[in-house]
């Protein structure tokens, strides 16, 4: 059973900063791609970011320049730093992977961007 934990998440001020961290129980994590999706409330769940196993990134037009995904292979984790956050990035952030066709995901964690 593969397990997704989310931390990280909080209140931050508009230009602020936050890291979140996604840490998966799957000893072979280095070879599976991971991704954050988030999801604000009445709205679609959206891709964020994703990085493959060999490292190569994509990104939403969104948070083009001021999010940076990133996985440690020898702590099984996953990063996205966040960097010059606005209200609209306001969202529930869900780590995400997908194994033989089968998606995991994460139990989200909130971050609120307010003054």
């Known amino acids: 059973q593969v397990q997704l934990v989310e931390s990280g998440g909080g209140l931050a001020q508009p230009g602020g900063s936050l890291r979140l961290s996604c840490v998966t129980s799957r000893s072979i994590f280095s070879i599976y791609p991971m991704g954050w999706y988030r999801q604000a409330p009445g709205k679609q769940r959206d891709m964020v970011a994703r990085i493959s196993s060999s490292g190569r990134t994509n990104y939403a037009d969104s948070v083009k320049g001021r999010f940076t995904i990133s996985r440690d292979n020898a702590k099984n984790t996953v990063y996205l730093q966040m960097n010059s956050l606005k209200p609209e990035d306001t969202a529930v952030y869900y780590c995400?992977?997908?194994?033989?066709?089968?998606?995991?995901w994460g139990q989200g964690t909130q971050v609120t961007v307010s003054s």
């Open positions: 995400h992977t997908q194994i033989s066709v089968r998606d995991y």
